[in-house]
């Protein structure tokens, strides 16, 4: 396996600002919009980490031993998910075939294990609160020329990253020609 390589902070103003373009994707053609996202979260992948943390910290000094809870909890529930799929073949099948659902599983069992801690709006604010953000902002920003080399770059080999390799695990693998 090649070495994993930290992707680089993206300027706040390719991020957000001025040269950012957000248009609202066409729901109707999913397979578009989810190779939007896909690529968005390989591309801003340090901008997203970040974000999600300045979120958890403001989560967390608000209510510090909930947050720790749910995110054991979050933590549990994917390693349980990843070990499973990778070695059961059946469920290993399903998490390629069937990859939305895969997510769905993994934030269902965080929010299990939270419910029956009884950090369940910790849980909603400190995890998934960041993520809806992400994916929102995944899913408005139009990708540029730099964002389309930059993931040819990664689909290659050239370099692997920690996003690339969480949605590895989660049976998102991209395809050469998006």
């Known amino acids: 396996m090649a070495e994993i390589e930290i992707a680089p902070l993206r ?5 957000l600002l001025e040269s950012a373009r957000f248009q609202v994707p066409n729901v109707r053609n999913v397979e578009r919009w989810v190779n939007r996202v896909l690529n ?15 979120i958890f910290i403001i989560i967390g000094i608000l209510n510090p031993a909930q947050m720790a809870i749910g995110i054991i909890a979050t933590v ?10 990778e070695n059961k073949y059946e469920l290993r099948r399903m998490k390629r075939s069937h990859p ?31 993520l809806a953000v992400i994916l929102i902002h995944a899913s408005l920003r139009m990708r540029n020329v730099r964002n389309k080399i930059s993931n040819r770059i990664e689909f290659v ?22």
Do not use: H
Not at 11 to 15: G, I, V
Not at 41 to 54: D, F, K, P, R, S
Not at 157 to 163: D, E, F, I, L, S
């Open 157 to 178: 080999g050239v370099k692997r990253t920690p996003m690339g390799l969480l949605l590895e695990l989660l049976g998102q693998e991209q395809e050469a020609g998006s």
């Open 100 to 130: 939305a659902m895969s997510l769905v599983v993994v934030l269902t069992l965080g929010y299990i294990f939270v419910y029956i801690v009884g950090s369940v709006l910790v849980f909603l604010l400190g995890i998934a609160l960041p």
């Open 11 to 15: 300027s706040l103003d390719d991020y």
């Open 76 to 85: 549990i529930a994917f390693g349980i998910f990843v070990y499973a799929t």
């Open 40 to 54: 968005n979260l390989l591309y801003y992948q340090t901008n997203y980490m970040l974000t999600a943390c300045i």
